[in-house]
């Protein structure tokens, strides 16, 4: 038996690989570009590609690999083997991934939807770890979710649980990228929070980014750290949607911990501060004392981890 997963995190812009030991410490990692609207082929051997690399640049080499995980965006099906629909990836449809991997390479494969992936790396050995429950939002151009029940992972009865960026918090809010109005994501994910950044600019008030051309979150971050009003305004309205999503989740699950990552989370507490706030006003008593709401420990790692993490947990190697 082997002492190392590779754990594979599959994104619409970057695909990464690592090997993970036990303890989920990452020993050698690779990362290339990917294009996004590249076909399925092309995207699956650049997959079959990366795991030989990153093998064959680690010492103890392939023999030591138990198996593999990955990690992708999208709908995983109910048994955990199909990508069936990858908004990230358009063209990836109904894809037997798991199978193909693990054929390959002649190792056991796991398939995980990305953001569970990373809330499972999360609670394995980062911000969750001490936790039995845990819900993980991760905030950037998009919202995503995952969720850790009594030490597991919950996907739901038809693996599409988790969808924290499509919770509704105003009826006839503004138009969300799953087609429904007023979705979190649709005010608190950076894609969201440049869009209602540009309406204040509009409405006349004075910023330093008026003349700045393209926004992006993390100008409007770094504007706000330079004292920018209505960057600061902008970034402490976007706490306060999290806050209320937040406090949705306390409500319904009482997690004992809540993490946040995504690139989002670079305005640090510029934006935990009115998450905080709004807990404090809005949540059930005990829920609001007892929750804690951090931020990632493993960041961008996660992903990899995750999913290595996932595999070891399936052959119940570890956690
Ligand atoms: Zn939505």
Redo the contacts with the bound molecule.
Sequence with gaps: MGNYAIGIDLGGTNLKAGIVDRDGKIHHRLSIRTDNNADPQTISNQIFELIAKVGAGFKPALTNIIGIGLGSPGLVDKKGETILFSPNLPLWRNIPIKRMVSERFSVPCVLENDANAAAWGEKWVGAGREADSLVMLTIGTGIGGGIVINKKLWRGVNNVAAEI??MVIQMDGPK?????CG?I??YASATAMVRRFKESLKSGVPSSLKDAGEITAKMINDAALQGDKVSLDIIKETGHYLGVALVNIMHVLNPEVIVLTGGMIGSGDLLMNPIKQVIKEKAFEASAKETKIVFSQLGNDAGIIGAAGCLLNELEISV
């Excluded at 969300?176 to 429904?180: K, L, P, V």
């Design positions: 960026g499509h969300c990228s799953c087609g429904n979705c994501e649709a």
